[in-house]
Nanobody, 124 residues
Framework: VQLQASGGGLVQAGGSLRLSCAAS????????TGWFRQAPGKEREFVAA????????YYADSVKGRFTISRDNAKNTVYLQMNSLKPEDTAVYYC??????????????????WGQGTQVTVSS
């Protein structure tokens, strides 16, 4: 699975952004997809994940109620809608897929395929 994240940028606190993760390669619709982020000097952390069918979604407590993950398997794309952004959301955001189909996880160790990352900067 090859992944490419896009949609990052600079936004003021309280604003919104939508990230996209375009996939190619193996049957994307069989793979869960996760979003992670990494701020300077910090470890990469889980943000959200969605199962292969899109029927189940998972969120970190820090983004619950503000971020929404969704997918369009016909377009091989996963989205992360980010609303009510805060300065602490500033990070490089990565999309990722697990090493095996039909599995889901919330730790970096469970994901084998990573996109290149897109920078999100939220100004106060």
């Amino acid at each position: 699975v090859q992944l490419q994240a896009s949609g990052g940028g600079l936004v003021q606190a309280g604003g919104s952004l939508r990230l996209s993760c375009a996939a190619s390669g193996r049957t994307f619709s069989n793979y869960a997809t996760g979003w992670f982020r990494q701020a300077p000097g910090k470890e990469r952390e889980f943000v959200a994940a969605i199962r292969w069918s899109g029927g189940n979604t998972y969120y970190a407590d820090s983004v619950k109620g503000r971020f929404t993950i969704s997918r369009d398997n016909a377009k091989n794309t996963v989205y992360l809608q980010m609303n009510s952004l805060k300065p602490e959301d500033t990070a490089v955001y990565y999309c990722a897929a697990p090493s095996r189909p039909f599995t889901t996880g919330q730790t970096t160790k469970e994901y084998a395929y990573w996109g290149q990352g897109t920078q999100v900067t939220v100004s106060s």
